[in-house]
């Protein structure tokens, strides 16, 4: 059974960082994208950050482009989100998304039939 656990969410001050991080086991195949979504009171779901499976491709959202960086560390299975410049509108809930569909990189839009979501992470940006 697929797992995905997210970790590292916390407390930050404006123009701050915080690194999240991702654990997924139990999947069946590599070949996976896991992206990042988050989740403020109040807002729609948005994707935030997707990478590809093995060393593939890396997404960003426009308002996150230039201050967040996607990783993977593939002997750990595990997927990074190092967040710098913070601003109070990131805070939310951020939840991690494994999918054995890859192309949710380019769409954002996830399908029951192939994602397994983690329970999420609350980042907070005080300003």
């Known amino acids: 059974q697929v797992q995905v656990v997210e970790s590292g969410g916390g407390l930050a001050q404006s123009g701050g960082s915080l690194r999240l991080s991702c654990a997924a086991s139990g999947f069946t195949s590599d070949a996976y994208a896991i992206a990042w979504f988050r989740q403020a009171p109040g807002k729609e779901r948005e994707g935030v950050s997707c990478i590809s499976s093995s060393t593939g491709p890396t997404y960003y959202t426009d308002s996150v482009k230039g201050r967040f960086t996607i990783s993977r560390e593939n002997a750990e299975n595990t997927v990074y989100l190092q967040m710098n410049s913070l601003r109070p509108e990131d805070t939310a809930v951020y939840y991690c998304?494994?999918?054995?569909?890859?192309?949710?990189?380019?769409?954002?839009?996830?399908?029951?039939?192939?994602?397994?979501w983690g329970q999420g992470t609350q980042v907070t940006v005080s300003s």
């Open positions: 998304l494994l999918s054995y569909a890859e192309r949710i990189c380019l769409h954002w839009s996830p399908s029951p039939e192939y994602d397994y």
